[in-house]
């Protein structure tokens, strides 16, 4: 390749700034963490998601012809940033405030990114050389979505949401497979809950009935996948 051809302009395309929109709400997330400013950051990880979900979308709607995998490559950079070290940092932040082991807290949140970088790169490698069109792991917004979920819904306990974001971070690695979430309604469905989970309508006795509802879901997906024809 002749340096003249590796200007930027020769490979970002349209799709490439929605995955840069959710790199930047996972470091906007993370700054928020930081700042102990909590629902903040989960409300950018919920952000991120979005992002992530429209910009494959966009690129086969513009037919994108991504011949260097220019697009598969920014979209995995910012996944990491934004499902794997947003939600370390919010998993570290909110222990810390619950005054949990750190050294327990700075253990977990590792392996949540060490996870993360391990299936993201393994995507990388066996995209479009396998027949399943499904995932191959978990899919890493899921534990993002999980700790979210988790987070505000009330019943938020530090113990437990380690012990379940390291199941979650092994079953990202495993060999498990999941099929992908195209039903229109499903997503809708997943949406409204979104909002209602953070307009907080739906709330008895501290309790987020939609964040519960979400969380549920997606442990359903997560479990339900382990038991069925993973040959």
């Known amino acids: 390749m002749k340096i003249k051809k590796t200007g930027m302009e020769h490979f970002i395309a349209i799709p490439d700034f929605i995955s840069l929109g959710n790199m930047s709400s996972g470091f906007l997330s993370i700054i928020c963490a930081i700042n102990n400013n909590l629902n903040l950051a989960t409300i950018f990880i919920i952000l991120a998601i979005i992002f992530d979900s429209i910009d494959g979308w966009t690129a086969r709607k513009v037919c994108r012809n991504d011949i260097y ?6 979209d995995s950079l910012s996944d990491i940033i934004s499902f794997g070290v ?9 222990g810390i405030n619950l005054h949990s082991p ?3 807290l700075i253990i977990v949140s590792l392996f949540i990114v060490i996870c993360g970088v391990l299936r993201l790169t393994r995507y990388n490698v066996i995209a479009d050389k396998t027949e399943f069109k499904g995932f191959i792991g978990f899919p890493i917004p899921g534990i993002a979505f999980i700790l979210v979920s988790y987070y505000l ?8 949401a380690m012990i379940l974001m390291i199941i979650v971070s092994i079953l990202m690695i495993s060999n498990v497979k999941y099929k992908k979430l195209d039903n229109i309604k499903i997503i809708a469905f997943a949406l409204i809950l979104i909002l209602l989970m ?6 008895i006795q ?4 939609a964040a519960i509802i979400l969380l549920i879901i997606t442990l359903y997906y997560l479990i339900s996948n382990i038991f069925k024809n993973n040959n």
């Open 69 to 74: 995998g220019f697009g598969k490559n920014i």
């Open 86 to 94: 947003a939600p370390a940092i919010l998993l570290y932040i909110s």
């Open 102 to 104: 750190e050294i327990c």
């Open 153 to 160: 819904s009330g019943l938020y306990n530090i113990y437990i």
């Open 198 to 203: 953070f307009m907080k309508v739906l709330i």
């Open 206 to 209: 501290n309790i987020n009935i």
